[in-house]
Nanobody, 123 residues
Framework: VQLQASGGGLVQPGGSLRLSCAAS????????IGWFRQAPGKEREGLLC????????YFLDSAKDRFTISRDNAKNAVALQMSNLKSEDTAVYYC?????????????????WGQGTLVTVSS
């Protein structure tokens, strides 16, 4: 039973990147799935969440116009599409599961966590 985040890399400012969070050993669509990030020297922060019923919850205002989340049930995975990336988006990005999107506080996400994937936004 695990989550695997992938898709990180180096991207120029203004560019786009698509991250994936794949589940194994359980059905991801039965859970809320959240995306988080941790920049160097900063605390982990919640970005957005997709509930098991398909509703989106944004935890970070700056993510609302640039980040979208979607499910690929055939692949038992969730994607995070990021656009218009900025240098301040540089961080390790994590996915995690929970029973609901009630909170973006990572300390309250006691389910599974993926291992993280590094996104670097730089010219």
């Amino acid at each position: 039973v695990q989550l695997q985040a992938s898709g990180g890399g180096l991207v120029q400012p203004g560019g786009s990147l698509r991250l994936s969070c794949a589940a194994s050993g359980f059905t991801l669509s039965n859970y809320a799935i959240g995306w988080f990030r941790q920049a160097p020297g900063k605390e982990r922060e919640g970005l957005l969440c997709l509930s098991d019923s398909g509703g989106n919850t944004y935890f970070l205002d700056s993510a609302k116009d640039r980040f979208t989340i979607s499910r690929d049930n055939a692949k038992n995975a969730v994607a995070l599409q990021m656009s218009n990336l900025k240098s301040e988006d540089t961080a390790v990005y994590y996915c995690a599961t929970r029973e609901s999107c009630y909170t973006g506080d990572p300390r309250a996400w006691s389910g599974l966590w993926g291992q993280g994937t590094l996104v670097t936004v730089s010219s």
